[in-house]
């Protein structure tokens, strides 16, 4: 909702937010990096009356600076600091999950999840999260505090997570959350070509599997998503989130959606069973090296799994 890819529409994003509330939805994901605290200060308007309808969920210490970049800081007193300036934007007196959105190499994980369990003591937050972490990461996270969710990548496009990550998860204990379900779009059919990208489109400028050579390569993978949706008469979109849904019960996936018609297809993912023969399927084509591209611009890779 803040545009990253390509422009949104500020009245039809809360219309969307109104209608979740209405279909069920009781989650919604941000962090301080969307816009550069844009996204919060929209969802701090957009949820007035709707606050205790949600787990709202926000990430601190992964921002983009003005020459470009990221930088990573997840100091104690940033840790502080962030969750002042989010619960602001946000208009709350206390954020459900609080997640550190990039492992930050220079501060040990104890002293940033020490500072997170403060707030949790303070009554600011009420869960911890990590996104990107690595499996000792998170193992020494949990034995700090509780973690409570792992937000990472996962999808047919990206399935990185399911060699370690995953089964860290499951024996701790640990919901995931699975973001770019839809690999950024990929999946729902919608990117058909480089052209079809504005070129204000945030994967057109920097993610390589949206770069012309390997979109190309990538465009065959989804010859078996088209068919098994036909036989269905289902989307794209709802075949790739109903994959993410059999993974298991600790798998929540969190596709971005900023429109209603999205939001209602969406959702109706839920109710489409896979077959084993589907699923067989569909691991084999989207197997780990199936794709061509990393899943982010090389800059940002050393920042992913710590």
């Keep these: 909702m ?31 990096a969307y816009g550069n605290g844009k996204n ?49 934007r946000l208009n709350v007196d206390v954020i459900d999950v609080f997640y550190q959105h990039r492992v930050d190499p220079d501060t040990p994980i ?17 869960y911890l999260g990590l996104s990107e972490a690595g499996p000792e990461t998170i193992r020494r996270a949990h034995k700090v505090h509780p973690i409570s969710a792992l937000q990472t990548e996962y999808s047919l496009c990206s399935r990185e997570v399911e060699a370690d990550v995953l089964p860290v998860c499951r024996e701790l ?18 990117v058909r070509g480089f052209d079809g990208m504005k070129e204000t489109d945030r994967r057109r400028q920097e993610h390589p599997r949206f770069q012309q050579k390997n979109l ?15 036989s269905k008469d289902v989307s794209l979109a709802q075949i790739a989130i109903a994959w993410l849904l059999q993974q298991g019960d600790e798998v929540i996936p969190i596709p971005g959606m900023a429109r209603r018609t999205h939001l209602s297809e969406n959702v109706a993912a839920v109710d489409i069973d896979l077959s084993d023969e589907d699923l067989s399927l569909l691991n084999k084509i989207f197997a780990l ?9 090389e800059v940002q890779l050393p920042s992913l799994g710590l």
């Design 173 to 190: 204990g640990i919901a995931f959350i699975a973001y770019c379900p839809l690999g950024r779009g990929f999946l729902s059919g919608t």
């Design 2 to 32: 803040t545009g990253l890819y390509g422009g949104a529409d500020e009245a039809e994003c809360r219309a969307t937010i109104a209608a979740a509330v209405d279909l069920g939805i009781n989650h919604i994901d941000t962090a301080n």
């Design 40 to 88: 919060e200060e929209f969802l701090g308007q957009a949820l007035n009356g709707l606050r205790e309808k949600f787990i709202l969920s926000t990430k601190f210490g992964n921002r983009r600076k003005p020459e470009g970049g990221f930088e990573i800081n997840s100091r104690p007193e940033s840790v502080m600091a962030s969750c002042e300036e989010s619960l602001a």
């Design 289 to 297: 090296d199936a794709v061509a591209g990393t899943r982010y611009p």
């Design 216 to 230: 190309e390569k990538n465009q065959n993978l989804l010859k078996p998503l088209d068919d098994i949706a036909a």
């Design 110 to 126: 104890e002293d940033t999840v020490g500072a997170m369990a403060r707030l949790v003591e303070q009554g600011k937050v009420r």
